[in-house]
């Protein structure tokens, strides 16, 4: 008996051009004298990547068949694997792709348990990796010179390659085909999506479609690691992998059209302020500080109170800014689109209350809506520093009502009618706030009160109308407090203007101070002077003991139409 020196198959396996690899694969074939096996062509399947941590195997059954020498038996077909891998030492990271290859009799025709000429070999070849990615890798299998391949017979495992993808909290993101099936091997035959998840490991909403495509809508208020599985099945077999979403950043969203179920989510926003207040809380996946809260625009208004937690930015749909430039948050490009802002469209953001509409904590920003009728339209203390822009306030109650914080605020206007207290009230605020006009009409208490503040405050074109006290009270300022045209005119009895011992200076540009039984103008100052910058056109007090009272002031008080006063000093008696 001779043995013949066995048929020798490769594989070749092509990675990046600093990564080198061949595999070689002995198969011994133990036979009788006389017998050789047929010759085929190669057979070469390829896979879209090897990928570290996971396995392919592939079958390839072969036909062995007598040729024309001599008739002898095949006594057995035995087969032995060698490997050897050759790697570029220059390669930064080298992943490591190893093939084995085992045999097995699939058919035996005389049923001797030997593999005879006319039987079927079954040839099994398992590919792994390990290390970093492998891509491109090729896998080239040639078919024995002594066997005839069995057409149609090949088939391979599928490989399903794990997956990561990003969201923006309460935004669900759709990836388009062929999504999770872009990294896989679907093997052969082509592998199909078996039993698809439905929801996440932490109760996301899945839609997971045949050709790999999916959405992905985080748990309402959810931000960290979220995933999902799926499986690749095939006549081979099955392989897993795991999709994760890592959520991050996050939106609440508010709509009064909307119909529930309601969890604030862009797909089913909370439909009233009443709704999210009951939530924010900052408990589990509850509203929490630093959060942002978004307002759909509507023609009904929307009824607070609401109270914010620190750090909270809240955002009407007037804002001028976009969604993302306000919150700072860039959406992944898979994700739901956000709502535009500033639509121009006539319908606004209007918030009432019958109490105070929004009460602020601290480090909060406030943008894009209207301070309709309420208690107090914006109200807080020790509030850290406040952020206002595209915000008008505009109803019936106080406008605003702020003690203690740092003010960074630039208002579309200002107004404030039948206030049951003062129609505005700041009272130690630093920064600096900016409205084109201010109107306050008809407040029980003072019009306007500025006390012990340091900040640059300008009302722009003011008017203070019916107060039941004070019309505009400035004491013990150390921040410039800027008018345009000022106008005064309280109740009897009641004083237009009074300026108490102010550091800073003090500026009107025109306008008419008009008090009955009440000084009209009073600015003093118990040492020091007050600078002054003040220009009004008229100045009357009908039947007060003193029309304009001047007392340790600088600059200058010019009244520019007729006014019996004096400028500098201390005016004494009626205009």
């Given at each position: 008996m001779s043995r013949p020196r066995a048929a020798v198959s490769s594989r070749k396996s092509r990675l990046t051009k600093t990564q080198r690899i061949s595999i070689v694969a002995l198969i011994s074939l133990l036979v009788l004298s006389?017998?050789?096996?047929?010759s085929s062509a190669a057979l070469r399947a390829k896979l879209g990547l090897a990928?570290?941590?996971?396995?392919?195997?592939?079958?390839?059954?072969?036909?062995?068949?007598?040729n024309t020498g001599p008739g002898a038996n095949l006594l057995r077909f035995a087969g032995i694997e060698k490997t050897a891998r050759t790697v570029n030492p220059s390669a930064p990271l080298v992943p490591t792709v190893t093939a084995s290859k085992t045999d097995s009799l699939f058919a035996d025709a005389d049923s001797d348990s030997q593999a005879?000429?006319?039987?079927?070999?079954?040839?099994?070849?398992?590919?792994?990796?390990?290390?970093?990615?492998?891509?491109?890798?090729?896998?080239?299998?040639?078919?024995?010179?002594?066997?005839?391949?069995?057409?149609?017979?090949?088939?391979?495992?599928?490989?399903?390659?794990?997956?990561?993808?990003?969201?923006?909290?309460n935004v669900r993101i759709s990836v388009a085909a062929p999504g999770v099936l872009a990294n896989d091997f679907t093997g052969v035959p082509t592998a199909t999506i078996t039993s698809p998840p439905v929801t996440s490991a932490n109760g996301g909403e899945v839609t997971l479609n045949a050709d790999g495509s999916f959405t992905y809508n985080p748990p309402a208020g959810f931000e960290g690691t979220d995933t999902f599985t799926y499986t690749l099945t095939n006549a081979a077999g099955s392989n897993n992998a795991t999709v994760t979403i890592t959520v991050s950043g996050m939106i609440w969203f508010i709509d009064n059209n909307a119909s529930c179920p309601c969890d604030g989510r862009l797909t089913k926003p909370f439909n009233s302020l009443a709704s999210f207040?009951?939530?924010?809380?900052?408990?589990?996946?509850?509203?929490?500080?630093?959060?942002?809260?978004?307002?759909?625009?509507?023609?009904?208004?929307?009824?607070?109170?609401?109270t914010l937690l620190t750090g909270q930015k809240?955002?009407?749909?007037?804002?001028?800014?976009?969604?993302?430039?306000?919150?700072?948050?860039?959406?992944?490009?898979?994700?739901?689109?956000?709502?535009?802002?500033?639509?121009?469209?006539?319908?606004?953001?209007?918030?009432?209350?019958?109490?105070?509409?929004?009460?602020?904590?601290?480090?909060?920003?406030?943008?894009?809506?209207?301070?309709?009728?309420?208690?107090?339209?914006?109200?807080?203390?020790?509030?850290?520093?406040?952020?206002?822009?595209?915000?008008?306030?505009?109803?019936?109650?106080?406008?605003?009502?702020?003690?203690?914080?740092?003010?960074?605020?630039?208002?579309?206007?200002?107004?404030?009618?039948?206030?049951?207290?003062?129609?505005?009230?700041?009272?130690?605020?630093?920064?600096?706030?900016?409205?084109?006009?201010?109107?306050?009409?008809?407040p029980t208490g003072t019009g306007l009160s500025v006390n012990t503040s340091s900040g640059s405050l300008n009302f722009g074109n003011t008017n203070a109308s019916s107060s039941g006290?004070?019309?505009?009270?400035?004491?013990?300022?150390?921040?410039?407090?800027?008018?345009?045209?000022?106008?005064?005119?309280?109740?009897?009895?009641q004083r237009?203007?009074?300026?108490?011992?102010?550091?800073?200076?003090?500026?009107?540009?025109?306008?008419a101070v008009t008090t009955i039984?009440?000084?009209?103008?009073?600015?003093?100052?118990?040492?020091?002077?007050?600078?002054?910058?003040?220009?009004?056109?008229?100045?009357?007090?009908?039947?007060?003991?003193?029309g304009i009272v001047l007392s340790n002031t600088s600059g200058s008080f010019t009244v520019t139409g007729s006014s019996a006063g004096f400028c500098g000093g201390q005016v004494t008696g009626s205009p």
């Open positions: 006389g017998v050789a096996l047929s990928k570290a941590g996971k396995a392919a195997e592939i079958v390839q059954p072969f036909q062995a068949r007598k005879d000429p006319g039987d079927t070999i079954k040839y099994t070849v398992n590919i792994g990796a390990s290390g970093s990615d492998a891509t491109g890798v090729t896998f080239t299998d040639n078919v024995d010179p002594n066997t005839t391949f069995v057409a149609g017979s090949l088939t391979a495992t599928p490989v399903a390659v794990d997956d990561s993808y990003s969201a923006l909290g207040q009951a939530v924010n809380n900052g408990a589990g996946n509850n509203p929490a500080a630093n959060d942002n809260i978004f307002v759909y625009e509507s023609a009904i208004d929307y009824v607070g109170p609401v809240f955002i009407g749909q007037d804002a001028t800014g976009t969604l993302s430039s306000i919150t700072g948050l860039t959406p992944p490009p898979e994700s739901d689109p956000l709502p535009t802002t500033n639509s121009g469209n006539g319908t606004i953001v209007n918030i009432t209350s019958a109490g105070s509409a929004i009460t602020i904590a601290t480090g909060n920003r406030l943008t894009g809506f209207t301070g309709g009728n309420a208690g107090t339209d914006i109200t807080g203390a020790v509030f850290g520093t406040l952020t206002i822009s595209d915000v008008t306030l505009n109803g019936a109650g106080q406008a605003l009502n702020l003690s203690n914080g740092t003010l960074a605020a630039t208002f579309v206007s200002i107004s404030s009618t039948n206030s049951t207290t003062t129609g505005i009230s700041l009272t130690s605020v630093a920064g600096n706030l900016t409205s084109p006009t201010t109107t306050i009409t008809n006290s004070t019309g505009v009270s400035l004491t013990t300022n150390t921040g410039t407090i800027t008018f345009g045209s000022l106008n005064i005119s309280p109740d009897a009895s237009g203007l009074l300026a108490t011992d102010n550091t800073n200076t003090i500026t009107s540009t025109s306008g039984g009440a000084t009209a103008v009073e600015i003093t100052r118990t040492s020091g002077t007050t600078p002054l910058a003040i220009s009004e056109t008229s100045v009357a007090a009908n039947g007060g003991s003193n």
